[in-house]
């Protein structure tokens, strides 16, 4: 089941880009249904009073103008939970990640069903 994420209030910071590479082939992973290549943003989360949280978010499309310590806002984040075998977690993805602008919501709020 995939979940939306609500970004209000919430701030990213960037950790690295990284693309998507199969385990076995070392190929870069390309999108299903766009044939474009995967990449991984592995940001920092930060909502006030909370403790900061470390995320990893796949996007569609390589990312651009973005560089480590950026502030960045997410469009159409989404959570969903995985398992395999005795392991377990939550994915989190992006239709894309945009350099974050003063005056705007860090993640525009609204989010993929």
Same mark, same amino acid.
């Given at each position: 089941?995939?979940?939306?994420?609500?970004?209000?209030?919430?701030?990213?910071?960037?950790?690295?880009?990284?693309? =998507?590479?199969?385990?076995?082939?070392? =190929?870069?992973?390309?999108?299903?249904?766009?044939?474009?290549?995967?990449?991984?943003?592995?940001?920092?989360?930060?909502?006030?009073?909370e403790?900061?949280?470390?995320?990893?978010?796949?996007?569609?499309?390589?990312?651009?103008?973005?560089?480590?310590?950026?502030? =960045?806002?997410f469009?159409?984040?989404?959570?969903?939970?995985?398992e395999?075998?005795?392991?377990?977690?939550?994915?989190?993805?992006?239709?894309?990640?945009?350099p974050?602008?003063?005056?705007?919501?860090?993640?525009?709020?609204?989010?993929?069903?």
């Amino acid at each position: 089941m995939q979940f939306r994420v609500d970004t209000d209030g919430m701030t990213f910071i960037v950790g690295g880009i990284r693309g =998507v590479m199969d385990f076995e082939t070392k =190929v870069q992973v390309l999108d299903k249904s766009s044939g474009v290549p995967l990449f991984d943003v592995d940001v920092m989360a930060v909502l006030t009073g909370e403790r900061p949280e470390q995320l990893t978010v796949r996007v569609v499309g390589q990312p651009s103008g973005i560089e480590i310590g950026a502030r =960045v806002r997410f469009r159409d984040l989404s959570a969903r939970t995985w398992e395999m075998g005795d392991r377990h977690g939550v994915s989190f993805k992006a239709s894309r990640v945009e350099p974050w602008t003063a005056g705007r919501a860090s993640g525009d709020g609204k989010a993929a069903a």
